[in-house]
């Protein structure tokens, strides 16, 4: 029975409407999984619920409605199917991530990869508040990172080529900002209406737009929920080993020094966040401009 006890309290066991049974959430980092997987995730399903499963908002998989006496057996079935038990309490939980530049032409960077070393470095690491992590590959921001307590975007900060330009407008016509005009004959950028999303230098024919700056913006203490709130900038990086131990130094101050029963964006000010900003930017030489 006390082994029975210790699985339920695992972060990724829900007690269900119904007290009498649980639902188990799995771990399965950005989402993905090889097929191989979802088929033994199918027959456990099947074997230790009701035959159902449930895709979740943070790209992982629920059994539903299963019985707390079968959970030993279940959480054993998992582990061998290299889908184990999942997280959802005050811990890391499950890391989402867009299909980033291996699949999306708009994506700068590998935001699957980023996501497997962050789980595997700090999922399910006990908490004093829940910390979600998000990682989107250009500023459109489909895994919503702003609404996250860690949001990581990938961002390029276009530059012409000095005077090559031939202003056809095609960069111009692309930008969806409306950032970038043709003036004299050649496209200038406005840089405060470019979000640096480079799509423009995608879409440039002559490859005449080049990345001055291909970089990473990671923001903290974003939440979604009845009261959403966008999260805050703490720092633009340039090179992914960086990005990991920035998101490593943010999870030790939020170990360190948050306070159980609120919200981490509750409490960003009582945590002196601009000090803490100012600690990881002297910290993290790199490219720390707009």
């Known amino acids: 029975m006390a082994h029975t006890y210790g699985i339920h309290m695992k972060g990724g066991v829900i007690t269900e409407r119904n007290?009498?049974?649980?639902?188990?959430?799995?771990?399965l980092p950005a989402g993905n999984?090889?097929?191989?997987?979802?088929?033994?995730l199918a027959a456990i399903a099947k074997r230790y619920g009701d035959g159902t499963v449930h895709v979740t908002t943070r790209q992982t998989i629920e059994i539903p409605h299963v019985k707390p006496e079968r959970l030993p057996r279940l959480a054993k079935a998992l582990v061998k199917n290299g889908t184990p038990i999942g997280s959802e309490r005050d811990e890391v939980v499950n890391i989402i991530a867009c299909p980033g530049s291996e699949r999306c032409k708009y994506a700068t960077i590998d935001t699957i990869g980023l996501a497997k070393r962050l789980d595997e470095r700090l999922f399910g690491k006990e908490m004093p508040v829940k910390i979600r992590i998000s990682i989107s590959g250009c500023p459109n921001a489909c895994t919503s990172p702003m609404l996250n307590e860690i949001g990581i975007i990938g961002r390029i900060k276009p530059k012409r080529v000095p005077g090559l330009c031939t202003g056809c407008g095609t960069c111009a016509e692309y930008c969806?900002?409306?950032a970038i005009s043709i003036r004299n004959g050649i496209s200038v950028v406005d840089d405060e209406k470019c979000v640096q999303c480079g799509v423009c230098v995608q879409s440039c024919p002559f490859h005449l737009l080049k990345s001055e700056h291909r970089h990473y913006?990671?923001?903290?203490?974003?939440?979604?929920?009845?009261?959403?709130?966008?999260g805050r900038q703490l720092i633009l990086l340039e090179d992914e080993e960086k990005v990991v131990a920035a998101v490593e130094k943010i999870i030790q101050w939020v170990y360190r020094r948050a306070w159980s029963g609120r919200l981490l964006s509750d409490q960003?000010?009582?945590?002196?966040?601009?000090?803490?900003?100012?600690?990881?930017?002297?910290e993290l030489s790199g490219y720390t401009g707009s």
């Open 268 to 282: 960003l000010d009582d945590l002196h966040f601009d000090r803490f900003r100012e600690e990881i930017v002297g």
């Open 33 to 40: 999984f090889p097929v191989e997987k979802m088929r033994g």
């Open 176 to 178: 969806k900002e409306c």
């Open 19 to 27: 007290a009498d049974l649980c639902t188990v959430r799995i771990r």
């Open 217 to 230: 913006q990671i923001v903290v203490g974003g939440r979604r929920g009845r009261h959403p709130m966008l």
